[in-house]
T-cell receptor, first 118, second 113 residues
């Protein structure tokens, strides 16, 4: 299957600093990538949909100024957690869909990034 | 409200045994249902995807069933192995917008000796 790579796998940062997480589709192009957050023993929650060359679409309740998303190419999307606080500590996962059209296509997930804010 | 509920929340079985995980959903309009395996600290990996017209789909020792009338799905694992220990997540996609996935909370499976 297609490969989606996330980096870093884990990161520890001080409160108030910013952290950037990268999501790359290694062997396919993805117009659309998705960012999820997962707290322990809970479902993945969609944070935002990242569209190449345009602004991301954020889910209700997600602060767009805090979680900055950039999708500059068909293979790379980044999520920057700005001024991180301990409550932002979570598991962040991206996914990408091959192709540029809509409809039913498989979504491939990255391995996730464990963020711990101290 | 679109929801996906899974049962049991957790399950412990002996290696070599079979098990069945359940998923009930109220998502509408329905497009497809997916089962994912998520190892601890890792991203989900797709096991099966079924559309409205499919009743069953297999992937090795994993067999998923779907009853679109009752809005129920199951994932059957045959001859379990220690490496099957993981969370299994049922995910339902809405028609017309493949990006809108509704995730279940998962079933935590532990396979022991």
């Amino acid at each position: 299957g297609a490969v989606v790579s996330q980096h870093p796998s884990w990161v520890i940062c001080k409160s108030g600093t910013s952290v950037k997480i990268e999501c790359r589709s290694l062997d396919f192009q993805a117009t659309t990538m998705f960012w999820y957050r997962q707290f322990p023993k809970q479902s993945l929650m969609l944070m935002a949909t990242s569209n190449e060359g345009s602004k991301a679409t954020y889910e209700q309740g997600v602060e767009k100024d805090k979680f900055l998303i950039n999708h500059a190419s068909l293979t790379l999307s980044t999520l920057t957690v700005t001024s991180a606080h301990p409550e932002d500590s979570s598991f962040y996962i991206c996914s990408a869909r091959p192709g540029t059209g809509g409809g039913f296509t498989e979504a491939f997930f990255g391995q996730g990034t464990r963020l711990t804010v101290v | 409200k679109n929801q996906v509920e899974q049962s049991p929340q957790s399950l412990i079985i002996l290696e070599g045994k079979n098990c069945t995980l359940q998923c009930n959903y109220t998502v509408s309009p329905f497009s497809n249902l997916r089962w994912y395996k998520q190892d601890t600290g890792r991203g989900p990996v797709s096991l099966t995807i079924m559309t409205f017209s499919e009743n069953t789909k297999s992937n090795g020792r994993y067999t998923a069933t779907l009853d679109a009338d009752t809005k129920q799905s199951s994932l059957h694992i045959t001859a379990s192995q220690l490496s099957d220990s993981a969370s299994y997540i049922c995910v339902v996609a809405l028609t017309g917008t493949a990006s809108k996935l509704t995730f279940g909370t998962g079933t935590r499976l532990q396979v022991t000796l």
